[in-house]
């Protein structure tokens, strides 16, 4: 029997969910969709995201229950996305994350200036 608690056993499914959900182009998707948007704004408003990654993004998004998908009758067709119930419900974790970096962000460039700067010895 192992010591190692479920919750960090390589099998458990929470490693899986917390790869797709917490990486960045993620979180800032669930964020861009405070509304229902189309493919396109969601792209204009997430500066340096492909189409490529802002599909795959939206795919996971989609396959876990946090984002719906919607076509729009045309012409021209279209698709809109929304946050689901499930999706909404990680707005208030999301915001404190986005908060807590806000507010450490210049320690956390400092503190990495300072590693990157010193001589390790390795």
Not at 28 to 47: Q, S
Not at 71 to 84: D, H, M, N, Q, S
Request: aromatic fraction near 8%; hydrophobic fraction near 35%.
């Amino acid at each position: 029997m192992s010591d190692v608690d479920p919750v960090y056993r390589a099998d458990c499914p929470s490693r899986e969910i917390l790869d797709q959900i917490a990486d960045k182009w993620s979180m800032l998707v669930l964020a861009v969709l405070i509304e229902p948007r189309r493919f396109n704004a969601i792209k204009r408003r997430l500066d340096g995201v492909t189409q490529r990654v802002l599909t795959q993004t939206l795919r996971k998004l989609e396959r876990n229950g946090m984002v719906s998908r919607r076509i729009l009758p045309g012409p021209p067709l279209g698709v809109e996305y929304a946050r689901t119930p499930l999706g909404n419900s990680l707005q208030g974790p999301f915001s404190q994350l986005y908060l807590w970096t806000v507010q450490n962000m210049d320690e956390i460039q400092s503190r990495q200036f300072e590693y990157d700067t010193r001589d390790t010895g390795h």
